[in-house]
């Protein structure tokens, strides 16, 4: 076999044999062809949703704790009244008329905490007046609180005057005194603090809605609008922050005032003669 | 379609052109990367390289010869250049593991092109990328040695050697067919 014919051999069978490439190859090169546009798309998406995911993590968990925040709130309300309220002698007759309303209205709406407090700054007032005397009549009445609720309007100024040993010497006392709630544990000792030296501090608390309120001369009735208020404002504020979370998934501008959660909260108090007012903003 | 409008589209970028091109030198061009690469991944590579260097430089296109010869001219550069990186090709360092061909295989017009293509995918690869491009191509030694950046002697020995094996290749066969 001549060297010519072995060429023309593979020539004839071989030059123009067609064999059908893979199906993915066009794929493959069409990707290669134009590969960058679709990664460069695909980052700031990224970003994004992430920065969007965070913030709204961010939120849930500021509600999470805004939630267990308000009753703690409001205890603090009439807490700072109560310091006033240690004030011996001036107070009292102040204190006259919203023990009654407690009494018409606190079982219903007041919660818990701030009803007892409430109830104990006036037993602390009342003190000064009747207070020495009750207290000895009436050893059992800080231990049993059931005996105490049928027969409210006597017994009162009895159950009242459990908290009453506040200004008993005996350190024990006090610490049954002070109910569970941890914040009226420092509202005790700093109105022992107050009977020693007298000092006035005012909460003001400036909603949107809400006039600016002066807590230190009714103390209930705060309390229970902002109790409304709370109950109405949660759905109110959870539309408002998924609106929030969707404007800023479409790149609009973030407010939180819609939410709601700005509160501001004015503190005044006199020590002397100085009067130092500090307002803080939620 | 006719070439020269497929030429025109193409130089416009159109991508049905482009489309149109891949699927009728699709598979052709592919038989020319086998013949050069044994490899089928590797022959897929240098197909995808070289349309997309067609549809780069169709511009360059002279219309002196036929769009289908300069399609394939760069698919063979594509191949040589693949094997280059690949796989050195040997040119002058393949041992004499040949012995000389058996004069008596005589030329056998039933062996399939399969059978053929498995021969010469036998070959080193220098040896194949000669005697594809001067047997089947149609390559001068001149050609060749500028292409390969080898001595036309060089290119001439490594013929010799590339046809001396596969006719020793054949009549092997032709022994086997025999019995």
């Not at chain 1, 009803?115 to 007046?129: E, N, R, V």
């Amino acid at each position: 076999m001549s060297a010519e014919d072995l060429d023309k051999l593979f020539r004839d069978k071989l030059q123009n044999r067609p064999v059908a490439p893979a199906n993915d190859v066009w794929e493959r090169m069409q990707a290669r062809m134009n590969p960058p546009v679709v990664q460069e798309e695909k980052k700031p998406v990224m970003w994004y949703w992430s920065a969007a995911a965070a913030i709204v993590l961010l939120i849930t968990v500021s509600i999470w704790m805004l939630r267990p925040g308000q009753q703690i709130n409001q205890g603090s309300v009439p807490m700072a009244v109560q310091i006033e309220k240690a004030i011996p002698t001036q107070t009292l007759p102040e204190t006259e008329t919203p023990q009654n309303e407690v009494e018409k209205e606190g079982n219903k709406i007041i919660e818990k905490i701030p009803s007892t407090q409430a109830t104990g700054s006036q037993a602390l007032a009342s003190i000064k007046t009747e207070g020495r005397t009750a207290e000895n009549t009436t050893p059992t009445g800080p231990s049993k609180k059931s005996e105490v609720a049928p027969g409210r309007k006597q017994v009162k100024m009895r159950t009242e005057v459990a908290p009453i040993k506040l200004t008993t010497p005996e350190p024990e006392m006090l610490a049954q005194a002070t109910p569970p709630a941890s914040k009226t544990v420092t509202s005790s000792s700093s109105a022992s603090l107050g009977s020693a030296e007298p000092m006035e501090i005012i909460v003001k608390l400036d909603n949107n809605q809400a006039e600016p309120t002066k807590l230190a001369q009714a103390q209930v009735e705060p309390a229970q609008d902002k109790d409304y208020n709370n109950g109405r404002s949660t759905g109110k504020m959870m539309k408002g922050i998924f609106k929030q979370v969707k404007n800023l998934s479409q790149g609009e501008k973030v407010d939180l005032k819609e939410l709601g959660l700005k509160h501001s909260y004015a503190l005044e108090t006199t020590i002397g003669n100085k009067k130092i007012s500090k307002t803080i903003t939620l | 379609m006719n070439e020269l409008d497929l030429v025109k589209a193409l130089q416009t970028g159109d991508a049905k052109a482009q489309r149109f091109l891949y699927e009728r030198y699709g598979g052709p061009m592919m038989g020319v990367c086998l013949r050069y690469l044994k490899n089928e991944m590797d022959a897929e590579e240098v197909l995808i390289n070289g349309f997309m260097k067609v549809y780069q430089h169709v511009d360059r296109f002279e219309q002196k010869g036929s769009f289908e010869g300069w399609v394939r001219r760069i698919m063979v550069n594509e191949a040589l250049q693949y094997l280059r990186k690949k796989e050195p090709l040997h040119l002058a360092i393949e041992k004499d593991h040949l012995h000389l061909a058996s004069e008596d295989a005589a030329p056998d017009s039933d062996m399939s092109a399969e059978e053929l293509m498995e021969m010469l995918h036998d070959l080193p690869a220098g040896y194949r990328a000669v005697f594809n491009l001067y047997a089947i191509e149609g390559y001068s030694h001149k050609e060749i040695a500028e292409m390969l950046n080898i001595s036309e002697g060089t290119s001439k020995s490594q013929l010799s050697k590339a046809r001396a094996m596969l006719q020793r290749m054949l009549a092997e066969q032709g022994i086997t067919i025999d019995i």
